[in-house]
């Protein structure tokens, strides 16, 4: 295979010297067996056509994918295991660690080794993953780790946007055309923003916290009494948290993230794929409105904009903004953006907690380190009936304490609209 990247994995890769990782910890109770990890990874390496191949660019700069018959399996970093939060030290280092081996995959694992109970970082670039294809590579070594004898079957990879959704899209001369003209107004519009690369130069960081079962239960019910979703709901929360700690600085605007496979129905849940299509929601300024009406309209302006995407389109139209990729991505560095916060509700995680030869203690959000201006992102799913959160920011954009008041803020306000709604 040597595919040029697609335009949203183009902006994820960033450049050849910015690191942008994904990590997906899980903690691990009973016997981890070396060799049946050797196995685990080597099946899924043998599975996931990206995992066999490189990033290099041609004369021009442009990045492709290029697969070599030559790399080394996927590999595993060990270290001793000390204490509970050993994994949020291990996902900062993996952050700022490029994959520029000559002959190493995109893909590495981090086995924080303890005696009784284990860590196991997953970790790979943004650019070959999304939180989906980060669940399927997490339950199939999983499954392998447990039975190794167990075989994955592989897939073949795409060529071009165009292959992959050539049975249910066709662009059009009139699309085209359309296409190149905003394309130019892109080009323009980054060519008259600031070049000045205002990148923090602080630490990136993480809060991890979760709820217990009953609470998770109640603010599930909760939602579905009112009429909202549990995904507004947390919208609500956290922009609501931003506009009490921040005041003046708050955009009342979230970010949310889409599964490309809602839409494009050739791309299986098990396969690796990392663009998402995204929907901008805004809180409500209406005086007097209550934290769950503002909730349902958080809701229906979700469902009216997830309705109204074009994902098909937009894949192979966003392939005309090429010219203009290196100045988004500068930016993306350079600004504060119009948005408090990118949240990623991943869901209920369809991972099992108990295998014959160890049990799940614990499965986090997986975390990132992005190295845009406005990191905030929160990460959300459920594992065990246990809602748990992973807030990401830098603490030269937002202070770690900044971060900490809005996680607060916003858990009280939830709960209490729960507490409330069962008065």
């Known amino acids: 295979m040597r595919r040029k990247l697609i335009i949203g994995e183009r902006i994820m890769y960033v450049d050849a010297e910015t690191p942008l990782n994904c ?26 056509p990206l995992l066999r191949t490189r990033i ?54 981090v086995w924080i080794k303890g005696a009784e109970v284990s860590d196991l970082l997953l970790v790979c670039p943004h650019c070959i993953c999304d939180g989906t294809t980060f669940v399927a590579l997490m339950s199939e070594l999983l499954q392998l780790l447990d039975h190794p004898e167990q075989e994955l079957t592989p897939y073949l990879p795409f060529h071009s946007i165009e292959e992959l959704l050539s049975p249910s899209f ?22 008259l923003k600031s070049a000045r690369n205002k990148h923090p130069e602080g630490e990136g960081y993480l809060i991890n916290w979760r709820l217990d079962v009953e609470d998770t239960a109640a603010i599930v019910s909760a939602c579905k009494e009112s009429g909202a979703s549990l995904h507004a709901a ?18 009342g605007k979230v970010i949310c993230p889409v599964d490309v496979r809602n839409f494009v129905t050739e791309i299986k849940k098990d396969e690796m794929f990392a663009f998402a299509p995204i929907a901008e929601l805004s809180l409500s300024k209406e005086k007097g409105l209550s934290f769950w009406a503002k909730a349902k309209q958080i809701k229906e302006e979700l469902k009216k904009k997830i309705a109204a995407m074009k994902v098909h389109e937009l894949l192979i139209m966003s392939e005309y903004f090429h010219s203009s990729v290196d100045k988004m991505v500068k930016y993306l560095k350079a600004t504060e953006g119009g948005h408090d916060v990118t949240l990623s509700n991943m869901g209920r995680l369809r991972i099992a ?19 845009w201006r406005n990191a905030n992102t929160l990460v959300v799913c459920t594992f065990k009936k246990r809602m748990d959160f992973t807030f990401l920011s830098n603490d030269a954009f937002l202070p770690e304490e900044e971060a900490k008041a809005i996680k607060d803020k916003a858990m009280e306000l939830l709960m209490a609209e729960v507490t409330l709604s069962y008065a």
């Not at 903690?27 to 196995?39: H, Q």
């Not at 947390?234 to 955009?251: I, M």
């Not at 907690?353 to 190295?371: A, H, M, Q, W």
Request: proline share 5%; aromatic share 10%; glycine share 4%.
């Open 353 to 371: 907690d108990k295998y014959d030869s160890f049990t799940i203690e614990r499965l986090y959000c997986p975390n990132v380190g992005f190295p």
């Open 56 to 109: 290099k660019e041609d004369a021009a700069g442009v990045p492709h994918f290029v697969s070599s018959n030559n790399l080394a399996q996927i590999p595993v970093r060990v270290v001793e295991r000390v204490g509970e939060e050993d994994w949020i030290t291990q996902s900062k280092i993996e952050w700022k660690k490029l994959f520029d081996g000559d002959n190493l995959p995109m893909a590495r694992l």
């Open 234 to 251: 947390l919208c609500v929360a956290f922009l609501e948290a931003f506009q009490s700690v921040r005041g003046s600085k708050a955009q």
């Open 23 to 48: 990590v997906f910890p899980v903690t691990i109770s009973g016997t981890i067996s070396r060799e049946n990890l050797r196995i685990a990874l080597s099946k899924i390496q043998q599975k996931h």
């Open 170 to 191: 066709k662009s059009t001369p009139a699309k085209v055309l359309k296409t190149k003209f905003f394309a130019v107004l892109a080009k323009l519009f980054f060519m």
